[in-house]
């Protein structure tokens, strides 16, 4: 609500507090908007979990893109096309962007919402594992994308990094999505395939010696997570 300020007492880390300063920041800075709005609504009439990015992370994904000048954009892990209709506007009237979803029923849901965000004419759901669709894309000899973003399945991130490279120029922006997990990334109990996966990623990140890369935690209605950043060098 306009106005309203998080009462002094209950500023304490919890989830009702990140979930009410998110709620404070989409006010005002974001409000509602019929595509992307509908897009989840669309969603979850059809069933799909709403693992979709924030309101505020699709708006810092949206203005990352257009502060690097994007033009061509790959997405990995479409869900509704929720990040998909944020990304898609940051691109220019000539720019297109390829979202790669292995679901075909969450890849129809992504359709339509994406035609009614008017982004059809440039943006394109690739159904299949993101994994054969990027060597589709690699052995088409498809133009290197400018921006990439990393969000399906967290254990083969290293993976989809690698394939992203050959479809990288230098200066391409890639952001991996839910780096932290909770914290479990840096937890020794943890053994599953997405922290594994996770931890592998960065290892190759830090490794490369072409690649420049930070992370930041983010908490909020998602809860605690966070993005990896990094620019391709030459
Ligand atoms: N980027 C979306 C959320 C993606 S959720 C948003 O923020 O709006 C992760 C998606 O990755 C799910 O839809 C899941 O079906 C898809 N996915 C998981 N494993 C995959 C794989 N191997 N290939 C392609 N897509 C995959
Ligand atoms: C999951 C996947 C996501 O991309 C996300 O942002 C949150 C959760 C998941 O698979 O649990
Ligand atoms: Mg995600």
Not at 35 to 61: E, M, T
Not at 196 to 203: E, I, M, N, P
Request: with cysteine.
């Amino acid at each position: 609500m306009l106005g309203r300020v998080i009462q002094t007492e209950s500023r304490v880390m919890n989830e009702q507090t990140w979930q009410a300063v998110d709620d404070w920041f989409c006010d005002r800075l974001i409000g509602p908007d019929d595509a992307l709005d509908g897009a989840l609504a669309a969603s979850a009439k059809a069933g799909l979990r709403a693992i979709n990015v924030a309101p505020n992370q699709g708006k810092f994904l949206h203005l990352l893109a257009r502060i690097q000048g994007a033009r061509r954009i790959l997405e990995i892990g479409t869900l509704g096309g929720y990040s998909a209709i944020w990304l898609g506007r940051a691109l220019p009237d000539d720019g297109a962007m390829v979202s790669l979803e292995f679901s075909p029923e969450n890849a129809a849901v992504a359709r339509a919402n994406i035609a009614r965000a008017g982004l059809d004419a440039k943006v394109t759901v690739m159904t299949g594992l993101a994994l054969e669709s990027l060597d589709a894309l690699i052995a088409q000899g498809e133009a290197p994308f400018d921006f990439v973003f990393i969000d399906a399945d967290k254990s083969n991130n290293p993976t989809y990094l690698e394939r992203a490279l050959k479809l990288s120029r230098p200066g391409t922006v890639i952001v991996a999505d839910n780096v932290v997990r909770e914290g479990r990334v840096t937890d020794p109990a943890h053994h599953e395939d997405d922290v594994v996966g996770l931890r592998r990623y960065f290892d190759m990140l830090a490794r490369d010696k072409r690649l420049e890369t930070t992370a930041v935690q983010t908490v909020g209605s998602k809860g605690w997570d966070g993005f990896a950043i990094t620019v391709v060098g030459s």
